[in-house]
């Protein structure tokens, strides 16, 4: 099985030498780029299996660089982790509102920071795992439809773009119509027990499912009595 291609994009030197060497380490193969600009060149290139962005960037920042990734067709599904110094939830919650699939904040654990990365690698298939029969098969609610086994979403037979989180969250309400689901039940179905995550980030990936999927969507069909309680 060939190594995993991850995209790391810092523009603190000597925190793109312990990134790399980190990654390294662990087994994956590691482009490294020192700007907006220079990850956008090389995205361009060859395969990327995941992007590490620092959200503090100069120039294209790491948000630019993630809308700029969902925006193009042949890299709309690559999982984002965004990298920031900056633990307070309104930028956290802006990074992840900008199309991101998950974050670490600095200073970080080596070890959480693989941890995380493999994570995100392994829900959206990048490491060959398909997961259970149930989870794997298609999902079609009216105007809805899901394929889980090839991560695609339409709406009315049109593709919707959504993140990695955005589309488990759709899943996990489209497999169970009508029920209403309380922000710690959807981080644990999502993202695993004692998750460490922002239950204000649930709404935002609501509010962006909403906006995606539109009528027949997450709202018309997903159901009236389904969504989020407190």
Known sequence: MRRKTLLVVEDEKDILQL???????????VILAQSGEEAL??????????????MMLPGI????????????????NIPVVMLTAK????????????????YVTKPFSPQVLVARILANLRRRG??????DNEQA??????DLFLDPARFEATVGGKPVVLTLTEFDILKLLARRPGWVFTRPQIIDDVRGYEYSISMR????????LRKKTGPGGADDRVGAGAGVSS
């Open 126 to 131: 990048a490491t060959g795992t398909e997961g």
């Open 19 to 29: 990134l790399s060497y980190t990654l390294t380490k662990a087994g994956f193969r």
């Open 201 to 208: 980030t649930v709404d935002v990936h609501m509010s962006s």
């Open 41 to 54: 060149e090389k995205l361009g290139g060859e395969p990327i299996d995941l992007a590490l962005l620092d």
């Open 61 to 76: 920042n790491g948000q630019e660089v993630c809308q700029a990734i969902r925006r193009t067709e042949k890299l709309k």
């Open 87 to 102: 633990s307070e939830e309104d930028d956290i919650i802006s990074g992840l509102a900008g199309g991101a699939d998950d």
């Open 137 to 142: 098969e298609p999902i079609q609610l009216g």
